[in-house]
């Protein structure tokens, strides 16, 4: 583990209860690793499928855009910024997430210009492709 969550709240503006990413394991230049760990304690299950806990898509995907978000602003120019979900590309969804799994969240990211980031991301549940999805983001230059 490289960044802890209190390390990971050092970098983007999310806090409980919507700090969806636990710890990055690995940043190896254009790519990162992240985990989850999904607990029946989350919020969103009281709603969401109350007889049949499973995570809902959008917060899979919001896990990975933080963790994408994390490898944007480690790049030195982009610390202190702020970087916004700017769309979504290609998302499909290919097994449940429960609680007692483990998402890994693996984002590349692809490209950067003008401000606007484009990356590959992958969650997965004991190596088993549970989302997959393009996404792009926006550094706020504004903060």
Known sequence: MIYSSDDIKKIIPHRYPFLLVDTIE??????????KCVSANEMHFVGHFPEKQVMPGVLILE???????VLLLSIPENK?????FAGINKARFKRQVVPGDVLT???????????????NAKA?????????AELMFAIDNSK
């Open 26 to 35: 690995a940043i190896e230049g254009e790519k990162i690793t992240g985990k």
């Open 63 to 69: 896990s990975l855009a933080q963790t994408g978000a």
């Open 80 to 84: 202190g910024k702020i970087a916004l």
């Open 105 to 119: 969240l693996e984002v590349e990211l692809v490209k950067v210009r003008m401000g606007i980031g484009f990356a």
């Open 124 to 132: 997965l549940v004991d190596g088993e492709l549970a989302c997959e």
